[in-house]
């Protein structure tokens, strides 16, 4: 049962990348895209192939996650991370991508708002999974996501601008 837990722990942490990486090529595309003010349908495509990453990222995430709770249930001996804060705070996080997709796609927040909460998340399950000796809290997790957030807007916020007025 070690065996399976591990296995399902390395998928998830693999899950967690292919979401990272997907989230970050579509956004250095959609910033490349952008940058002249208009997207063309070749940028369209481009962009809506990373899409897979995101959504077998999520998939990968979320089923590992649920096999992981059931596989340390099964086996009360084993090391029980389902229950560490790092565990739920990365689900919280997963929430929050899934969340923010759907916000945009319903257009009821800004593309800069949603993909920089969706980037963060990505990243900070992606740290979370990578780090598992990190000893924080929920609420600290929760509140460095939210600083993660709120820079990595602030930082894809000033490259559109950048990229905006160079080609102006």
Do not use: C
């Amino acid at each position: 049962m070690e065996t399976l837990i591990a296995i399902l722990s390395l998928v998830h942490t693999l899950g967690a990348a292919i979401g990272a990486a997907g989230i970050t090529f579509a956004e250095v595309l959609y910033l490349k895209a952008s940058a002249d003010g208009r997207i063309d349908d070749r940028e369209r495509d481009y962009i809506r192939t990373t899409f897979w990453a995101l959504k077998w990222g999520m998939a990968t995430v979320l089923v590992s996650a649920i096999a992981l709770i059931i596989a340390q249930y099964q086996d009360s001996a084993a090391m029980q991370a389902v229950v560490t804060p790092a565990f739920w705070a990365s689900l919280t996080l997963a929430l929050v991508v899934l969340l923010s997709g759907y916000e945009l796609a319903m257009k009821r927040i800004p593309w800069l708002v949603a993909t920089s909460f969706g980037f963060a998340a990505w990243w900070m399950i992606l740290i979370l999974d990578a780090w598992k000796g990190l000893d924080a809290g929920y609420l600290g997790l929760l509140f460095f996501y939210l600083l993660f957030a709120f820079l990595s807007m602030g930082a894809w916020g000033y490259a559109r601008l950048f990229l905006t007025k160079s080609n102006s």
